[in-house]
């Protein structure tokens, strides 16, 4: 009998809100003999910059307490790819670091220095200012839309919102939009099964 390989998922950010809002539980939604969670660096400084209450007065202390439980929990691995430190343009150090080093950073794979010098890609990330995480505007749904190639990404965005995350899924990426999911009265792991495979 073979070896099953683990299916490779990738978490966007804002689909941490809508697992914690219907409280689902990874372990049982994407058991880990099947499954492999990961997110990119990219997502994980997002999370990092959760504020404890949100504009709107939100209290996000048990969205972060399930969020990092959750990782814990399930063994959820944060990716990045290997590079150097990044600078600002007057050459002190970015107040946020995505690159991996040594033993850190994986190098990114052709498909995926071909999605970043893609021009549509580039034509979102170009020009844009840094949002209160450091990051600019669509550099994390960049990192999560690159990883659709080759694993699955789960995320609550709506799927006409245009961005990296919509032209990944014209372009075959697999994304796995969570409120078709949530409609369709199927496990998660059963939802991926069925549109996936």
């Known amino acids: 009998m073979g070896i099953e390989m683990k299916q490779a998922?990738?978490?966007?950010?804002?689909?941490?809100?809508?697992f914690f809002d219907r409280g689902l539980d990874l372990s049982v939604e994407l058991p880990k003999e099947r499954f492999?969670?990961?997110?990119p660096r990219e997502v994980e400084i997002e999370i990092a910059a959760i504020?404890?209450?949100s504009k709107n007065g939100t209290d996000n202390i048990p969205l972060k307490a399930y969020i990092y439980k959750t990782i814990h929990a399930n063994q959820i691995q944060t990716?990045?790819?290997f590079g150097f430190a990044t600078l600002e343009p007057d050459g002190t150090p970015s107040s946020v670091q995505t690159y991996g080093g040594f033993g850190q950073g994986t190098f990114q794979s052709?498909?995926?220095?071909?999605?970043?010098?893609?021009?549509d890609v580039q034509s979102m990330l170009n020009g844009n200012s840094k949002r209160p995480t450091g990051l600019t505007r669509n550099q994390a749904d960049a990192a999560v839309?690159?990883?659709s190639f080759y694993s699955?990404?789960?995320t609550a965005e709506d799927r006409d919102k245009k961005g990296p995350i919509k032209l990944a899924a014209n372009k075959n990426g697999k994304i796995i939009y969570l409120k078709d999911f949530g409609d369709s009265g199927l496990s998660?792991?059963?939802?991926?099964?069925e549109n996936i495979f």
């Open 9 to 18: 998922v990738c978490i966007d950010c804002c689909a941490w809100n809508y």
């Open 188 to 193: 998660l792991k059963n939802y991926i099964s």
């Open 145 to 147: 839309a690159s990883h």
């Open 36 to 39: 492999s969670i990961f997110m």
């Open 110 to 119: 052709d498909k995926g220095r071909g999605w970043y010098a893609s021009q």
């Open 152 to 154: 699955i990404v789960l």
């Open 51 to 53: 504020p404890d209450t």
């Open 79 to 81: 990716t990045s790819v």
